[in-house]
């Protein structure tokens, strides 16, 4: 099989030649490591073979924004034009080896400020101030006018990248949900906090965000169908942060018409939820997902993949699980055994599919030898299983 007839026959619960391996944000992130640019880690010697590894031997999955300008690092694809820019400015300045950005939201003469920063040698961006910080921050923020989350959304990048992977994979349109963008206006500790004491405020947010969200997903739904899509954001809404009770009411209420939409297409929904998702999988199966990742074990997560296998393997299909700090720290001998392991329990009896992914992925500028060999273990193990 091709790796596109391999990804796309375990999606749909058929046959196929071996179990799918994919690296997640390693093949997955479109990157350029000939990019000189000081903040581009990818351009390290070492990343070289890690990411060739993927684009050679792993069954891809590029995952593609619905905003076109959009990267990996954020998910606000507004850009500062036309009526946003009446009520958002924004400053870049570059500070010990850290590029710092400044957002300004301005209504009715009143200013709310988030500060970001990244690091030279990570790829991930940190939060140093976030936009709203108390209960009147929020209710000034609600006044912004809906047309300043306005976003040019056309699907020709999404058949672009499709046209350029080829039989190497599949293209997954990559979006977050009204909670994540939301979560991304608070500290954790305050989003906990206001979530739980200030629902209806809470609801109002969640439904300022909904719009343009559902409204950008029912789109690019209906105009590149068919496609696999990843949702992320419920894991905010994940014990120890809030109870399940809340998942119903914040995730289902919101990213349920998101999943709807896009399976009224013939779309197939993965919903990406790390951490401790035992009590919440059963929302998944009522908004109709069809595949869940990365199914973290204790003490990350709180499932092991044989019991998500037994459980609910006839219903999705399981992205999973092994983590980012065992491919980096484990030994090769270990992280080969949890490798049979994890196909084992992913394989097992009947099931719609099992694709064997990481958690994450490094974000530093060097890859260890270590590193490195645990992923062509990966590979190792699911092609000796080819038939």
Known sequence: MTRRERLTATLRGEPVDRPAVNFYEIG??????????EYNIYNSPSWRPLLELAENHTDIIRLVSP?????????????NVGIRSQFVREETWEENNSRFTRQTFTIHGKELTALSRRDKNLDTVWTVEYL?????DIKLYLELPDEIFDENIDVEHLAEEEKKLGDRGIIMVDTEDPVCAVAALFTLEDFSVFAYTEQDL??????KHARFIQKRTEKVAREFPGRL???YGPEYVTEPLLPASLFEEYVVRYTGPMVSKIKEYGGIVRIHSHGRIKNV???FISMGADATDPIEPPPNGDVELKYMREKYGKQMVLFGNIEIS???HLPSDRFRAMVKQSITDGTSGEGRGFVLTP??????RTISEQTFRNYQIMVEEVEKLRI
């Not at 809470?202 to 439904?207: G, S």
């Open 28 to 37: 997955g992130f479109l990157v350029n490591p000939d990019d000189p640019d």
């Open 132 to 136: 709203l910080k108390s209960i009147d």
């Open 326 to 328: 065992d491919i980096e």
């Open 67 to 79: 905003v076109r300008a959009q990267s990996h690092l954020a998910w606000d694809g507004s850009s």
């Open 229 to 231: 899509w990843r949702i």
């Open 202 to 207: 809470f609801h109002k947010l969640l439904e």
């Open 281 to 283: 999988v059963d929302y």
């Open 359 to 364: 958690s994450s992925a490094p974000y530093g």
